[in-house]
């Protein structure tokens, strides 16, 4: 699941975050997540255990594409006892691209459980060896699209209620439907004690009653390349024609790790205009919307247009 830890909204022209030590991410483990762990371990159920958390790392790494997509890199993910969460900064997107976000967690893991029940289609000799892959991804879809905070679904309720009513009233709303949801769910837990206790739902419970189990200083960070590993061993230069008013959030998909890319920026009328550099568009980052046109990265001292659409 994604969730956001500071501010939405970054004030205009205030600069990036720093990158990160060359683009690696930091993997912390929250100290339940042994423990619970260590629980499937005694009871003969570890591949369960190690399957539900492969697939919550497929999870977050469908939060990770898209941030990318949208100029942001994820740079720090948790392990929690019941999956696994990505906290941070997303200063500068809209809500609807907060709403893609979101869902593009859950996304993943439906697409990996639809994969394997196409596996057991053409080949079903396959399925005692895929079957509990397949339910941990569609049960980690299916449960974080619940509208409970910080839950995907509980974002999306958010950002719904952020865009109808306000970003204080979303903040309330989130908070009381996630708290009715884990009181829910630690009721199914105490009934469960009557028949086969299932602590699973309770570090669920805790999750959402507490926002995260604690969670914190986890973020992504606007994307700023590091050239100098390409450049040490030569990279290829890909040239981009593009027209000065394409946002720049459609001018990040073309950046890629190993080649620098060089924009020809084009007039509306087809006149060349000038080229922007790879270094020269990063840099432009930390001040223009993603939403702004591209050329609005040739004045980035004085950025302009870099409102962010609801």
């Known amino acids: 699941m994604f969730k956001q830890l500071s501010a939405r909204r970054r004030k205009k022209g205030a600069p990036a975050a720093k990158e990160g030590r060359k683009g690696r991410v930091t993997v912390s483990v929250h100290p339940l997540f042994f423990a619970l ?31 990318a997509r949208i100029g942001c890199r994820l740079n720090r993910l948790r392990l929690l006892p019941c999956g696994a969460v990505a906290e941070g900064s997303i200063d500068g997107i809209s809500l609807a691209d907060e709403v893609r976000l979101a869902l593009a967690g859950p996304a993943v893991n439906a697409v990996c459980a639809a994969a394997f029940v196409a596996l057991w289609w053409l080949f079903p000799e396959t399925y005692p060896y895929t079957d509990v892959a397949c339910y941990a991804s569609a049960a980690l879809a299916a449960v974080n ?9 509980g974002r999306v309720l958010w950002c719904l209620a952020a865009k109808k009513k306000g970003e204080k009233f979303a903040r309330v709303l989130s908070s009381a439907v996630g708290k009715v949801f884990g009181a829910v769910f630690l009721g199914l837990f105490a009934a469960s004690l009557f028949f086969t206790p299932n602590p699973s739902l309770l570090f669920f419970a805790l999750f959402l009653l507490l926002g995260g189990l604690g969670t914190k200083d986890c973020r992504y960070e606007r994307i700023r390349f590091d050239l100098s590993r390409e450049l040490a061993r030569g990279a290829p230069v890909r040239k981009i024609a593009l027209s000065e008013n394409v946002p720049v959030k459609r001018a990040l998909a073309f950046l890629e790790r190993g080649t620098l890319a060089e924009f020809d920026l084009f007039s509306a009328e ?13 840099d432009a980052l930390a001040f223009v919307s993603i939403y702004a046109p591209i050329s609005a990265c040739l004045t980035a001292e004085n950025p302009e247009n870099t409102e962010i659409p609801e």
């Open 37 to 67: 762990g260590a629980y499937f371990l005694l009871t003969g159920r570890f591949f369960v255990f190690l399957s539900v958390t492969a697939a919550a790392l497929l999870h977050e790494s469908g939060h990770a594409f898209y941030a």
């Open 270 to 282: 087809g006149e060349y205009v000038c080229t922007l550099t790879q270094r020269e568009f990063c």
């Open 145 to 153: 699209l619940l509208p409970a905070y910080p839950l995907d679904g």
